[in-house]
């Protein structure tokens, strides 16, 4: 279970999130929703410890991510999984190295099962017969593909995923949702989607949280969320349902 | 009158407040690199070290570097040959060219040219591969999955640039010697013996380890300042390729002086 308990950050004097709190049953879905900028990337970040906040905490199982250090800290983070907007994948790396670094590196699996290992995950994300070629060489949306297979290829507990179609087509960019949705179906991670892609994402989450000038807008269940009649929700999902 | 007065007053403090900014803005700074060093020292002494990145390291900066410094090497030790037979044709010495040539390149030319080297070389490039990586989340990736970034990208490097600074000198100075001695010996007429054996009267082994000595510190100096540029890309000097090639001149440029700085300590304490 993931708990945000009244995150506050700032940057330069300029405050991002304003009392930020949220709860993440476990096994659910949460998709975070909200205009550009106003923190849904840096509260992803704070879930993932890769910030520290100013005021609040985030507990993952009752642990607090944010004061964990050393040890701990990568023993939580062996549990997250990841997917960076940009992919983030090791650019001197081939596909296939990219994905198997996290086995090579904190398992003890031979060689033998990380290659079978690794195929068998690029395949589920569509990318059988581009293992060999490096990330310069595959369109985004392969990147975002082979960086899915990365972040699940250990089966992690939590998945975050930070804006998972922005910059794709509308084909891949919904083929992207459902395989998030089907990694879902099979592993039960618990997640936390950033996402503008409303009302498409509707259907794969549990919950919906609206972040609105560093607060939480709104929060429920997508027909919560889809029929709240609160302006700044309405703007927000009433326009985005409207252009779908 | 009273809009122009408090501009008056202000000013002042402005400026007062813009110098405390800005050393407090150094100290971070210095105390951020201390401690980057602390923890890439750690890391190099607890266990386990990245073997096969470290052989790739060792390739890189010293496998890779060996022409660069055979070019450098022989040329400073021709421009030596050269400089030293005619200054010490003045005094009637030109028989002490071997030792003048040797104590040179082994006490001083060859740590420091070998480590402007590497710096330009393999320091420029260790800086812009960290600094890539932190702009585009590789860094931030690699933390996700549970591993330290130290370990990875750091303690290589570092053991790398201690471990082929002095090999790289050692070969800078051997080749520096025969350059000075094809200069002096062959074209101007300074016999082999007397260049070599005199050379091997003057040039003790306290002589050899002071350059060993130099050219080991002048590693650390290497990858600590480049690894620590790089690292910190997006947080002290700006985001994207503009903050990548910052911290790349900036790499290069702090490696550089810090090199003849540190040199010149190293030769008040060795003298």
Known sequence: MIQIENVHKSFDGHSVLKGVSLTIPEGKVLALIGASGCGKSVLLKHVAGLMTPDQGRVLIDDQDIGSSKGKPLRALRERLGFLFQGGALFDSMSIFENVAFPLKEKTRLSDALIRSRVFDELERVGLAGSEFKYPSQISGGMVKRAALARALVRDPEIMLFDEPTTGLDPVIGDAILKLIDACHQKLSFTGIIVTHEIPKVFSIVDRVAMLHEGTVKAEGSPQDISASEDPAVQAFVGKEFREA | ?271
């Open chain 2, 1 to 271: 009158m009273t809009y122009k007065g408090s501009f008056a007053t202000l000013r002042p403090m402005n400026a007062v407040r813009k110098l405390g900014a800005y050393t407090l803005g150094h100290l971070y700074r210095m105390g951020t690199m201390g401690l980057f060093l602390v923890r890439m020292l750690a890391y190099t002494v607890i266990p386990p070290v990245k073997l096969i990145r470290l052989l790739k390291q060792i390739r890189f900066i010293g496998f890779q570097s060996l022409l660069v410094i055979f070019l450098t090497g022989a040329f400073s030790g021709m421009v030596l040959g050269f400089q030293g037979y005619y200054s010490l044709s003045r005094f009637g010495s030109e028989a002490f060219l071997g030792p003048m040539v040797g104590l040179s390149l082994i006490k001083e030319l060859g740590p420091v040219i070998t480590a402007l080297m590497v710096t330009g070389r393999a320091g420029s490039a260790i800086a812009a591969e960290i600094g890539i990586m932190r702009i585009s989340e590789q860094v931030d990736a690699l933390e996700l999955m549970g591993l330290n970034p130290y370990r990875y990208l750091m303690v290589p490097n570092f053991l790398a640039a201690v471990i082929c600074l002095p090999l790289l000198t050692s070969f800078f100075d051997v080749v520096g010697i025969f350059g000075g001695y094809v200069i002096g010996g062959k074209l101007l007429g300074v016999g082999p013996g007397t260049y070599f054996m005199e050379m091997a009267n003057y040039v003790e082994m306290s002589d050899i380890m002071e350059g060993i000595y130099k050219s080991l510190s002048f590693g650390v100096i290497i990858s600590w300042v480049c690894c620590f540029k790089g690292f910190y890309t997006s947080i002290f000097t700006g985001f994207g390729a503009e903050g990548v090639s910052k911290a790349t001149t900036q790499a290069v440029v702090l490696s550089s002086v810090l090199i003849l700085v540190w040199d010149y300590f190293m030769t008040s304490l060795l003298f």
